[in-house]
Structure formats: structure tokens, C-alpha cells
Nanobody
Framework: QVQLVESGGGFMQPGGSLRLSCAAS????????AGWYHQAPGKQRELVAS???????NYADSVKGRFTISRDNAKNTVSLQMNNLKPEDTGVYYC???????????????WGQGTQVTVSS
């Protein structure tokens, strides 16, 4: 069963940067539409960045100008570059993607396991 494996979370001071990555566990699947979600402590999960199959991006107002979502087709990964981090960016970040079978062309929606980001001085 294909999975999305996340990496790159951690602790950072305000103003710093982190890069999150999300990789499909099987090469037989390609990442199509993708998004990164943020779940702050005690709050609901919210979409902060999305990427269409055609490469169009969209961002929540709270991260616009600071976060960048991108895809690397060669590595079969989706990344979230997080700059100028703020304490309110603290929380668990989840990758979500529609994975398309390279042969079957069937699509399945998969969530990553989540990675913790803590921004504090």
C-alpha cells in the first residue's frame, strides 16, 4: 500500500526557516494534486498550501509570501519551504496528495503521518 512519508520538521526560532518534504513510498505512483495542512494545538487542521497537477499554487493568507510549495517529479516528492517562521506556525504539518498509478492511472488520496514544527524563542 502506497504511503506518503514526511520529513523535515523540528524546532526553530522565530524568523528562521524549515523545509518539509513528503515522498511517495512507491515509484509506481506519481504525486498529482498535493497540499500541506497545519494543525495547531487544540485547533482544526487547515490547508495552508496547495499545488495542482498543472503547477498552480495557492496559499492561506497566514503564510502567503513566507511559504512555498513545490514538486520534484524526479524525486517524486512535494516540499514546503517555510521562511520567516512565526510562533503561530507551531503545530503538526500533514502532507496530502492524490497519487496516480503510473500504469493503472487510478488515483488514491493519501495522508502523510504528520511532522511536528515548533517555533519558539
Amino acid at each position: 500500500q502506497v504511503q506518503l512519508v514526511e520529513s523535515g520538521g523540528g524546532f526553530m526560532q522565530p524568523g528562521g526557516s524549515l523545509r518539509l518534504s513528503c515522498a511517495a513510498s512507491l515509484r509506481a505512483f506519481s504525486i498529482n494534486v498535493a497540499g500541506w495542512y497545519h494543525q495547531a494545538p487544540g485547533k482544526q487542521r487547515e490547508l495552508v498550501a496547495s499545488l495542482t497537477s498543472g503547477g498552480s499554487t495557492n496559499y492561506a493568507d497566514s503564510v502567503k509570501g513566507r511559504f512555498t510549495i513545490s514538486r520534484d517529479n524526479a524525486k517524486n516528492t512535494v516540499s514546503l519551504q517555510m521562511n520567516n517562521l512565526k510562533p503561530e506556525d507551531t503545530g503538526v504539518y500533514y502532507c496530502n496528495a492524490d497519487l496516480e498509478g503510473r500504469l493503472s492511472k487510478r488515483t488514491t488520496n493519501v495522508w502523510g503521518q504528520g511532522t511536528q514544527v515548533t517555533v519558539s524563542s
